[in-house]
């Protein structure tokens, strides 16, 4: 998996159809993507980070084999490496499978939540709202963190928090 040193939106859509177009089960394409994950090299890690988050969303599921993997490197990346630890929240909530999984995934997203960057933030929330939605113990607390931020706080957290409302509350019925 290359990747350029500018990572744009262009070539994060190029790596995501170039992913999603392996053949299944796509083994040497996760195997690439999961190096990259874990790689010391920080720029090398938001990148597999984002290209995680985008081919989960198009699957949900297509890294559950990871999915405790994605879980604890969620709580292992460093505070400055801000854009990975969201991507890699939102690869881990599409991938929970368990309820063990998305139980330790909560604390984790909560923690996000709370970041001072809105961005971080934003991510967090929809990250738990996933979370959420599987999980009936937190769907409460997740109805109410999203009517809190639909009403008030930054664009992206009244934005998000919009989109994931109905999500939670399908998870309800």
């Not at 177009?21 to 938001?46: D, T, V």
């Not at 937190?138 to 999500?167: D, I, K």
Request: hydrophobic residues 50%; charged residues 25%; aromatic residues 6%.
């Amino acid at each position: 998996m290359w990747m350029p040193r500018g990572w744009t939106n262009a070539d994060a859509v190029a790596a995501t159809r170039e992913f999603l177009e392996q053949p299944l089960p796509r083994k040497a394409a996760i195997r690439a993507m999961m190096s990259k994950l874990l790689s010391p090299e920080p720029y090398a890690r938001r990148c597999a980070a984002d290209l995680a988050r985008r081919v989960s969303a198009r699957e949900p599921g297509v890294l559950k084999k990871y999915a405790d993997v994605l879980i604890d490197l969620v709580a292992e990346l460093p505070y400055e490496e801000w854009q990975a630890r969201g991507y890699t929240a939102l690869a881990a909530a599409l991938n929970a499978a368990t309820h063990a999984q998305r139980m330790r995934m909560a604390p984790l997203a909560r923690g996000l939540v709370d970041d001072p960057r809105i961005a971080v933030s934003a991510m967090g929330l929809e990250a738990f709202a996933m979370v959420a939605a599987q999980e009936p113990e937190l769907q409460e607390e997740a109805m109410m963190l999203l009517e809190r931020f639909r009403r008030t706080g930054a664009c992206a957290l009244r934005s998000r928090a919009r989109r994931m409302l109905p999500v939670v509350a399908a998870g309800r019925d």
